[in-house]
Nanobody, 117 residues
Framework: QVQLVESGGGLVQAGGSLRLSCAASGFTFSNYAMSWFRQAPGKERERLATITRGGGTILNYADSVKGRFTISRDNAKNTVYLQMNSLTPEDTAVYYC?????????WGQGTQVTVSS
């Protein structure tokens, strides 16, 4: 069964940090570039960053997270990570991972990140 399970979210004060994890199963993880996305209430899902199959290249799409968020992966563990530093209330959202392009995996539950001011 192809599956993505995000974890690591929570409630954090502004200026704090969180590290999100996304465990993949059911497909050959190392064959796919992976991305992190987020969706805030009332907003469309936003792509934050993408990492290539081997982890050698990182593409950051969202200007709002540049210099604060870092994507990484461990192909031996079939896991992609998102290190988030200097969090602000505007980072409050549900965070998801998925393949960087089609065919996308069915979206997981995501992990809620709430940043208090």
């Amino acid at each position: 069964q192809v599956q993505l399970v995000e974890s690591g979210g929570g409630l954090v004060q502004a200026g704090g940090s969180l590290r999100l994890s996304c465990a993949a199963s059911g497909f050959t993880f190392s064959n796919y570039a992976m991305s992190w996305f987020r969706q805030a209430p009332g907003k469309e899902r936003e792509r934050l960053a993408t990492i290539t199959r081997g982890g050698g290249t990182i593409l950051n799409y969202a200007d709002s997270v540049k210099g604060r968020f870092t994507i990484s992966r461990d192909n031996a563990k079939n896991t992609v990570y998102l290190q988030m530093n200097s969090l602000t209330p505007e980072d409050t959202a549900v965070y998801y991972c998925n393949r960087a392009g089609a065919p996308f995996v069915s979206w997981g539950q995501g992990t809620q990140v709430t940043v208090s001011s």
